[in-house]
């Protein structure tokens, strides 16, 4: 990419930049987003900053290396006994401190000022407003308890990620004095950090990029920034890990999902569409349970499987259920409230 000529779209994101726009970038797969953004820098001679780790996070630098700990340790620490019953959930201290860890986290993820009921997200297993306002009640107390835990650099009990510093900066307004701010995958952009970002905008020349039609993380409160901001729209739009052939296919389904740009394909990639024939050599899913139906298809075909892609995650899930298949609880965040497999299934019914 570096010897290549720039593309007229990418020409007139760095006139854009230099004439001080307020600049959206909607940059597609392979359009040269990373070479783009280092044109941008190098079209100007002032520097942008980012600041979190260098004005909070240094002071819990301690803390983020700790070794992983278990809920159950977790809320003997912090001396959490109680056991409850809501509705046919039986939650033991391990549940309540899995679900308040939770809690700190939406708080940290959300523009607000202050820990409050709206961070204790919906329960699977929890079936009535009664009873997720009775669990919030038992909740929101433990979860404010961590906060303060987490705001002590060097005794605090409750292991620290970069979510919390990255909050206690966003808390103390901070003014970044930078020129510019470049904002990457603004399609999953957390409100905590969309707030730190706008506030900026009367002092610097804010630039959003990413694209809207790769947003992964609204289950955990990130939304896409770029599509109601009130700057310089501009794409990328040509990619060049790809030939015209994949460009139309991709086209097809950025159309069905009303996305907000089109590709073309580089000429001197050569890419084809077949029908296939035989067996694949790999399966694309969109969804978990998709990637899942199509492992317990090819095991029961004989077939050797690998999943590459967010496996971690449905790792975790797969030895959540068979802790619960052997009795055991578990603190997964989909089935900590289930005391049996059982329950989980009942539930699902």
């Excluded at 603004?186 to 039609?213: C, I, K, R, W, Y």
């Excluded at 030939?243 to 000429?267: F, K, M, Q």
């Excluded at 694309?284 to 995650?313: D, F, K, P, S």
Aim: aromatic fraction near 6%; charged fraction near 20%.
């Amino acid at each position: 990419m570096s010897s290549r000529r720039p593309t007229p779209e990418q020409d007139a994101a760095v006139a854009a930049f230099r004439r001080g726009d307020h600049l959206v970038l909607q940059a597609g797969a392979g359009t040269g987003k990373t070479t783009t953004l280092t044109m941008l820098g190098k079209a100007t001679r002032w520097q942008g900053r980012y600041l979190a780790f260098k004005a909070v996070g240094h002071r819990f630098a301690e803390r983020l290396g700790l070794p992983r700990m278990s809920t159950a340790k977790l809320a003997q620490l912090l001396g959490i006994t109680i056991q409850v019953t809501i509705g046919a959930r039986n939650l033991k201290p391990m549940s309540l401190c899995s679900i308040a860890r939770e809690t700190v986290l939406q708080y940290c993820y959300s523009a607000d000022d202050v820990l409050g009921r709206q961070h204790v997200r919906w329960q699977k297993g929890i079936t009535t407003e009664h009873e997720h306002d009775q669990l919030t009640e038992l909740v929101l107390p433990i979860a404010e308890r961590m906060w303060a835990d987490l705001q002590t650099p060097d005794c605090g009990k409750v292991p620290f990620k970069p979510d919390h510093f990255l909050k206690m900066w966003a808390l103390t307004r901070p003014r970044i004095h930078g020129e510019f701010l470049l904002l990457d995958e603004a399609q999953d952009t957390n409100p905590a950090v969309e707030q730190v970002f706008l506030a900026q905008g009367a002092h610097a020349q804010l630039v959003m990029v990413g694209d809207s039609a790769q947003a992964i993380y609204g289950w955990r409160g990130a939304r896409d920034v770029m599509t109601d901001f009130a700057g310089h729209q501009l794409a990328l739009s040509h990619s060049f890990r790809f030939g015209p052939a994949i460009a139309g296919e991709a086209n097809r389904w950025l159309t069905i999902a009303d996305a907000p740009i089109r590709l073309t394909g580089s000429p001197h990639v050569t890419s084809s569409l077949q029908p296939l024939t035989g067996i694949p050599d790999a399966i694309l899913c969109r969804t978990n349970g998709g990637a899942i139906a199509e492992i317990l298809t090819l095991l029961a075909e004989g077939r050797r499987v690998a999943l590459a892609g967010r496996a971690e995650q449905l790792k975790n899930l797969a030895e959540a259920a068979q802790k619960l298949q052997a009795g055991q609880r578990t603190d997964h965040r989909d089935l900590v409230l289930f005391s049996t497999w059982g329950e989980v299934q009942e539930y699902v019914e």
